[in-house]
Nanobody
């Protein structure tokens, strides 16, 4: 499955942005999906994940209450709605898919990755 992340851009602190991840090649309905991010000079970190049926979602503590992950299996897309953005949310955001179908926090279990989309939060 090929993943294409989009929706990144420049936004002021306190603003909102919606990222999308479009899949092609296979349906994502059997894949657990996740979002990860990598800030400049830092390791890539978990942001959020969602199971196949959306029954389970997980968020990093740093984004809980501000970000919302969702998926539309019919449209083969996963989204990340980001609100109340902070300077520390600046990063390249990646979407990923795992064959387990569950919402997983560990990036090592993800089999497919998108190319990333840059989110820059300014003061």
């Amino acid at each position: 499955v090929q993943l294409q992340a989009s929706g990144g851009g420049l936004v002021q602190a306190g603003g909102s942005l919606r990222l999308s991840c479009a899949a092609s090649g296979r349906t994502i309905s059997r894949y657990g999906m996740g979002w990860f991010r990598q800030a400049p000079g830092k390791e890539r970190e978990f942001v959020s994940a969602i199971s196949t049926t959306s029954a389970s979602t997980f968020y990093a503590a740093s984004v809980k209450g501000r970000f919302t992950i969702s998926r539309d299996n019919a449209k083969n897309t996963v989204s990340l709605q980001m609100s109340t953005l902070k300077l520390e949310d600046t990063a390249v955001y990646y979407c990923a898919a795992n064959v387990y179908g569950t919402a997983r926090l560990d990036e090592s279990v993800y089999d497919y990755w998108g190319q990333g989309t840059l989110v820059t939060v300014s003061s």
